[in-house]
């Protein structure tokens, strides 16, 4: 065993699905019940450092600057047991994690969150890992996070275990201008984490149909994305979103995420695309919206979703390139 202090920091951006995960074939693994497709949610970042310590008798984390415990330090220090167990070391770590959009935001920072750390994690522990590892292992600790790994335009190929199930990307960020813009409507933590969510997926009547019509939406979305058809992008991403709720409020616990506001934006979204604006919809476990649209469009519809009643504050994210290690010496 060493005794050397190891450290390594790594940045990720979250990201935002064109098509959805949503419902697990092994939970524990987080193999995914289909295929998903997202955009990597450039200058919106996590920034993680983690430090394998010999005088350290419990891994800690700091969140913000915060030190953190109960369910969110469980959560990483499982994901650092499986590290130290493909690293064959057993020393405790500091992991200290920044985000630069404020939490509560809206914005799922987990995918994000475990991207950076499965990079940081991987170098400090002296793995040498490929781009489909980092991915692979990122999908421990957050499904979606396997996602963040990859650059620009990424699908998340479901596979059917550990080995076969990791995302990679489709197109790089540079491919297409496409912009986010998240309306927040409310910035309080989900009641129902998407965990759980998870799991509820499968008790919905509706998800055997959603499951069985995936692959053709996988098809059409990634088509759109290589064609930069935006027409065609934004049909199979409103109607992936809405089969995706409609699972969700229809399983053994109902779980309605939208309020008011959400679904005024719904409308507006196309009543804008009727008005010739190209901007489409979609929204994650939250009430919040994502409106997607070329870079051209983003002020314009940032100020229109600023109108809506109910709409705290809007971000805009265009595509972000792949998780990398920082720098040794770069302060996080
Ligand atoms: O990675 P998780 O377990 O937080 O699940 C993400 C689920 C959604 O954000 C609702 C959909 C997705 O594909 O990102």
Known sequence: MSTELKSAAAVSHPNIAFIKYWGNRDHHLRIPASGSISMNLGRLETRTRVTFNPALTADRLILNG????????????????????LAGIDLYAEVESKNDFPTGAGIASSASAFSALALAAAAAAGLQLSEAELSRLARRGSGSACRSVPGGFVEWLAGED????????????????????????????????????????????????????????????RTAILRRDFEALAEVSELDCNLMHAVMMTGARRLLYWQPATIELIHAAGEWRRSGIPVFYTIDAGPNVH?????????????????????????????GSAAHLLAEEVNL
């Open 291 to 319: 409106l997607i649209c070329p870079a051209a469009e983003a002020d314009r519809v940032a100020a229109a979703a600023a109108q809506i009643q109910g709409v705290k504050e809007v971000l805009q994210a265009p595509a």
């Open 162 to 221: 550990d080995q076969s199930s990791y995302a990679v990307s489709i197109a790089p960020a540079d491919h297409w201008d496409l912009v986010d813009i998240v309306a927040v409507i409310s910035q309080v933590h989900k009641p129902t984490g998407s965990t759980e969510g998870h799991a509820l997926a499968e008790t919905s009547p509706l998800q055997k149909a959603r499951l069985k019509s995936a692959p053709a939406r996988l098809e059409q979305c």
């Open 66 to 85: 915060e030190p953190t415990s109960g369910k969110q330090l469980q959560r990483v220090q499982t994901f650092l047991d499986h590290v130290r167990r």
